[in-house]
């Protein structure tokens, strides 16, 4: 049976949207989704055409590209500043780091894996998100030792 991905994706954002107590107009689940309001932030071009954005809300999620940290240092220093990126941005979309529900940890080195987890416990209050932590093979783009993009909620 051929299944429409964006059926299928509509579908999943309703449930998400309903589980965070969104109030969507309540006709049929093509007209709800489509009343959620969808924003991007610092969209990047690649000659002049829109390539990816830093920042999408939709609803009340928002959902924070990739950040890394492009400069020389060490896991540390990377993780300290991907981890502010994040709460840079997730300040000027109305939410903060006590807020997300899911991270992604990409890795350079997965040596590096305890010297990040020091750096990046506690930046997210007392109910930290989900998170899953790989490292991908041929690294991180830009030569970041980490890169780290996440899904928080706006009240």
């Not at 969808?38 to 009340?60: C, E, I, M, W, Y």
């Not at 890394?68 to 990377?78: E, R, T, V, Y």
């Not at 992604?104 to 987890?117: E, G, I, P, R, S």
């Not at 020091?118 to 991908?136: E, H, L, Q, S």
């Amino acid at each position: 049976m051929k299944t429409n991905r964006r059926s299928v994706f509509k579908k999943m954002s309703l449930a998400v949207a309903g589980f965070m107590g969104l109030n969507a107009v309540k006709a049929s689940p093509n007209e709800e989704i489509e009343t959620m309001t969808t924003t991007a932030h610092n969209v990047t071009l690649d000659q002049g055409v829109p390539l990816f954005s830093g920042s999408r809300t939709f609803g009340k999620l928002v959902f924070i590209a990739g950040k890394g940290a492009h400069f020389k240092g060490d896991i540390a220093a990377h993780t300290e500043h991907v981890l502010n990126e994040l709460k840079t941005e997730l300040e000027k979309a109305g939410s903060s780091m006590n807020k997300v529900l899911k991270c992604n940890v990409y890795l350079n080195d997965l040596k590096d894996y305890k010297a990040m987890n020091d750096v990046y416990k506690g930046k997210f209050g007392d109910m930290p998100p989900v998170r899953t932590t790989v490292a991908p093979a041929g690294g991180i783009p830009g030569d970041s030792l980490v890169e780290i993009d996440c899904i928080a909620y706006i009240d």
